[in-house]
């Protein structure tokens, strides 16, 4: 009998993103989301948001959770990451990990007035990564 592979993941969270989730988490005082959506400039950058604030809808796909720890206000410490679907249409074969760098961030994200930018990194999976990825919704 074959063993089917543990499900790959889609998205992680570098440490240096993780701090600086707890902490704005801290300072919104509410759970917090990402969205990546396909825009130009700004745009394609991951958007940090407290959860809520951005609605997503059936034009998105759900990536997975970045598990920064719990806290009295995100018992779960789960940060969900949702991409548009056109987009992910041309990511789906990529790992992402969210990180930060020093700059400005942009928009409505939350990491704007902090001196510092969530970026993307991203990776072409190998294949047993494909063959164990998990359906996404």
């Known amino acids: 009998m ?9 998205v992680d969270v570098s440490p240096d993103a993780a701090a600086l989730l707890r902490t704005l988490r801290a300072e919104q005082a509410k759970p917090l989301m ?3 959506s396909g825009g130009c400039c ?9 959860q809520g604030f951005f609605l997503t809808g059936p034009s998105d ?8 720890g719990a806290s009295d206000v995100d018992p779960d410490g789960l940060v ?11 990511w789906s074969h ?3 990990t969210i990180d930060v ?8 994200s939350l990491e704007g007035p902090t001196g510092h930018r969530f970026i ?17 919704d």
């Open 61 to 68: 796909v759900h990536l997975g959770d970045l598990d920064i």
């Open 120 to 136: 993307i990194r991203s990776r072409v999976f190998t294949e047993e990564e494909t063959a164990a990825l998990a359906p996404v």
């Open 94 to 96: 990529t790992h992402i």
């Open 42 to 50: 700004d745009g394609s950058a991951p958007m940090c948001y407290a």
């Open 80 to 90: 969900p990451v949702w991409i548009s679907r056109e987009q992910f249409r041309y």
């Open 101 to 108: 760098v020093p700059g400005r961030g942009a928009g409505f």
């Open 2 to 10: 074959t063993e089917r592979p543990t499900a790959a993941t889609r």
């Open 34 to 36: 990402f969205h990546q």
